[in-house]
């Protein structure tokens, strides 16, 4: 079992930054591949980056590569996304997820969740 809290959410303008966290609990941590996922009302969750569990691989969606960085540190149980650049439309609620084994961009493969950050982007 695997407990996540975001937090670092908040309101920024357009071309700011923001800083997301994700703590987990659980001694097993590190054979997580972890996930920041966002979704907007009446939309579907929608694949941010994701992060292998050594943290020798990443993935990003097209829309945030070049702008946002994801990282982690296994001794602290930690998952940070790095938010650069931002535009309005990555407005939404930010969400992190584990799952045990290969990291993946697909939401359905995760199996634990946190309860989600706002983000906020003001033109």
């Known amino acids: 079992q695997v407990q996540l809290v975001e937090s670092g959410g908040g309101l920024v303008q357009a071309g700011g930054s923001l800083r997301l966290s994700c703590t987990a609990s659980g001694r097993t941590f590190s054979s997580y591949a972890m996930g920041w996922f966002r979704q907007n009302p009446g939309k579907e969750r929608e694949f941010v980056a994701a992060i292998s569990w050594s943290g020798g691989s990443t993935s990003y969606a097209d829309s945030v590569k070049g702008r946002f960085t994801i990282s982690r540190d296994n001794a602290k149980n930690t998952v940070a996304l790095q938010m650069n650049s931002l535009k309005p439309e990555d407005t939404a609620v930010y969400y992190c997820?584990?799952?045990?084994?290969?990291?993946?961009?697909?939401?359905?493969?995760?199996?634990?969740w946190g309860q989600g950050t706002q983000v906020t982007v003001s033109s």
């Open positions: 997820a584990a799952r045990p084994g290969i990291l993946s961009t697909q939401a359905m493969r995760y199996d634990y």
